[in-house]
């Protein structure tokens, strides 16, 4: 069975960092491509950040050069190193797995909320 459990959610000030977790299990994880997704209040489902299995990185232009993604292939884990933190980046964060182009994204995590607030 496929699992994502993501943590290190919490409650940051503006400036700010975290860093969340990503753990998988029940799949290959070193052949996936991986990926994090936000939902703030009210809001719909933003893409942060993705990973290739060779680990190269691309970001959605709100979070690029604050935020950093990265995988422990050995530890089966995703993380997102989230630095110079803003209130706007107040959301769940969601872990997922990309299926290929076929299937797209397959499996969610439950998330971990992250909120910046003063």
């Known amino acids: 069975e496929v699992q994502l459990v993501e943590s290190g959610g919490g409650l940051v000030q503006p400036g700010g960092s975290l860093r969340l977790s990503c753990a998988a299990s029940g799949f290959t994880f070193s052949s996936y491509y991986m990926t994090w997704v936000r939902q703030a209040p009210g809001k719909g489902l933003q893409w942060v950040s993705s990973i290739y299995r060779d680990g190269y990185t691309v970001y959605a232009d709100s979070v690029k050069g604050r935020f950093t993604m990265s995988r422990d292939n050995a530890k089966n884990t995703v993380y997102l190193q989230m630095n110079s933190l803003k209130s706007e980046d107040t959301a769940l964060y969601y872990c997922?797995?990309?299926?290929?182009?076929?299937?797209?994204?397959?499996?969610w995590g439950k998330g971990t909320l992250v909120t910046i607030s003063s």
């Open positions: 997922a797995r990309y299926g290929g182009s076929y299937y797209g994204v397959d499996y």
